[in-house]
């Protein structure tokens, strides 16, 4: 019978054992180890805390949450948590207790955030502290933002840019070829104009040098620094006419550059195109009203010419400022 009991007096020793370590295990990895300082700090979000998470001093393990009380107040709820850490350890009075994940798939600790006062915070005083950054949830809210902008933000843009664009389009196809159609007939009658001033200058010019050389055969060499400075007035004159006739040539070839252009106009929007065209309008009406009043100038200046010239003829003597020659035959 001794012999027999002593196999179940070694096995009862062994699960004894076993049960002690076991509750020592327990008791270790619950951190209760040994005397704890009590700390407390308030949360308005404590999403994944709970009793029993862990308490790290700049990532050092030094406790556990002992609990976690909801409190309301006047701002909203709040939550206290009770910290249990070991004894004697120094806390600055403004660390900061934060909510933090060391990865992305890793478990909440509490981690203290070491201060730079030199006074130590006492047991059971009250710690700063800072809530985390939920990733998931700021990517919920993220998505949720994305989801409403694209809903009454880019669709409605959208269409309100569609229907911009079918307006236009049939703005254009209804009043295009009418204002290509204006446009090209006021080049016509530009063109016209412009074709008829030169022919008129022209045959100023040619005027002028007859005159010049009938003035040249009437004058004297006694009159000759007259007729020069005279003839070289006439000469700047058709020097200028002529400077006249390029600039007007320039115009025309400007103009036939912006009919060209004016179907690349056409593509833009339609405030664009009809205040051109009212500009361009107005360009032409004040260039039209104008060229008759060119015209019958040139016109007067030539016959006041041809006046001096019948003058000089019959008395050449006014070149020079003298009185008409006494008439022998009376």
Not at 74 to 86: C, F
Not at 201 to 225: Q, Y
Request: charged fraction near 20%; proline fraction near 5%.
């Amino acid at each position: 019978m001794k012999h027999q009991n002593v196999p179940y007096i070694a096995v009862g020793l062994f699960v004894l054992s076993m049960l002690v370590g076991l509750v020592v295990l327990l008791a270790w990895l619950s951190g209760r180890t040994g005397p704890a300082d009590r700390y407390f700090v308030d949360y308005a979000n404590v999403a994944g805390v709970v009793r029993g998470t862990p308490v790290s001093y700049q990532g050092y393990p030094i406790g556990r949450v002992e609990a976690l009380t909801p409190r309301p107040t006047a701002e909203g709820m709040r939550y206290r948590l009770e910290l249990a850490v070991e004894a004697g350890w120094p806390i600055p009075e403004d660390s900061l207790a934060r909510v933090v994940a060391s990865g992305l798939l890793s478990a909440i600790t509490i981690d203290i955030a070491e201060g730079t006062s030199k006074s130590l915070a006492k047991p059971g005083a009250q710690l700063a502290g800072r809530e985390g950054a939920n990733l998931f949830a700021a990517i919920d809210a993220i998505a949720g933002n994305v989801g409403e902008l694209t809903e009454h933000g880019f669709m409605p843009l959208l269409e309100n840019l569609n229907r911009r664009v079918d307006h236009i389009a049939g703005v254009l196809e209804e009043h295009g070829p009418r204002v290509l159609g204006n446009l090209e007939s006021s080049s016509a009658k530009l063109d016209a104009g412009v074709g008829e001033v030169l022919v008129s200058i022209r045959e100023l010019t040619s005027k002028l040098r007859r005159s010049a050389d009938d003035l040249g055969r009437l004058v004297g060499p006694e009159t000759e620094g007259s007729v020069r400075n005279a003839l070289a007035s006439v000469e700047a004159s058709a020097a200028n006419f002529e400077k006249l006739s390029a600039d007007l040539q320039q115009t025309r070839g400007r103009l036939d550059t912006v009919v060209k252009d004016s179907q690349a106009i056409v593509s833009g929007n339609r405030r664009d195109i009809e205040q051109s065209v009212a500009d361009l309008r107005a360009s032409l009406q004040s260039v039209s009203r104008h060229i008759g009043a060119v015209t019958r100038n040139l016109e007067v200046a030539s016959r006041n010419m041809a006046e001096f010239s019948r003058e000089i003829r019959q008395n050449p003597g006014l070149l020079i400022g003298g009185t008409p020659p006494a008439d022998r035959a009376r």
